[in-house]
T-cell receptor
């Protein structure tokens, strides 16, 4: 059983195109995240959602628009793709519920989506 | 802002030997969590071990253990009996309450570990 899944795993596209990356978690978590890993392997938060509500929106171009149709899904849509958007994008989830016994603080990651913009 | 520093971009270890990866962090909080994640060539991010700041006892998971020095803000990872499958990028990460999306993981830049047969 895949805990956090992302589709597609690879995405090659031309500059100026619009693309989406989908994320689903079957862990019953309340909080989901998008991270970007650049060419130097550095990981940085882009967005976080809790119960479908946007919590964190880092200084990401507004060409990036996350959407959470329900607690189990967090999709990332990117408009007008640029060369600099080439990276690996990771979805993650956590319980994110204060007081929940056990593992509320640990984030579990999807397999990543490697995006290459030509 | 919290920062995480991994001062060793690359490390290598002989198979079956022990290696220690360093991590330091900066925070003014007293309650937080620290993590080590492993990223093999498959690029999957795999949780290796986690430590709660208010627990004095160092976390262990099989061959993986940490040396958590709260006063020094140091969180090193020791891998014993290294195996070829341990070769990967290792990321140290920090997070603090609440965990409802307000406090994402802050990552170090990673240490690439090679295991020599």
């Amino acid at each position: 059983d895949t805990a956090v899944s992302q589709t597609p795993k690879y995405l090659v596209t031309q500059m100026g195109n619009d693309k989406s990356i989908k994320c689903e978690q079957n862990l019953g978590h309340d909080t989901m995240y998008w991270y970007k890993q650049d060419s130097k392997k550095f990981l940085k938060i882009m967005f976080s959602y809790n119960n479908k509500e946007l919590i964190i929106n880092e200084t990401v171009p507004n060409r990036f628009s996350p959407k959470s149709p329900d607690k189990a899904h967090l999709n990332l849509h990117i408009n007008s793709l640029e060369l600099g958007d080439s990276a690996v994008y990771f979805c993650a989830s956590s319980h994110g519920v204060l007081g929940l016994a056990g593992d509320s603080e640990t984030q579990y990651f999807g397999p990543g989506t490697r995006l290459l913009v030509l | 802002a919290q920062t995480v520093t991994q001062s060793q971009p690359e490390m290598s270890v002989q198979e079956a030997e022990t290696v220690t990866l360093s991590c330091t962090y900066d925070t003014s909080e007293s309650d937080y969590y620290l993590f080590w994640y492993k990223q093999p060539p498959s690029r999957q991010m795999i949780l290796v071990i986690r430590q709660e700041a208010y627990k004095q006892q160092n976390a262990t998971e099989n061959r993986f253990s940490v040396n958590f020095q709260k006063a020094a803000k140091s969180f090193s990872l020791k891998i014993s009996d290294s195996q070829l499958g341990d070769a990967a990028m290792y990321f140290c990460a920090y997070s603090e309450p609440p965990f409802s999306g307000n406090t994402p993981l802050v990552f170090g830049k990673g240490t690439r570990l090679s295991v020599i047969a």
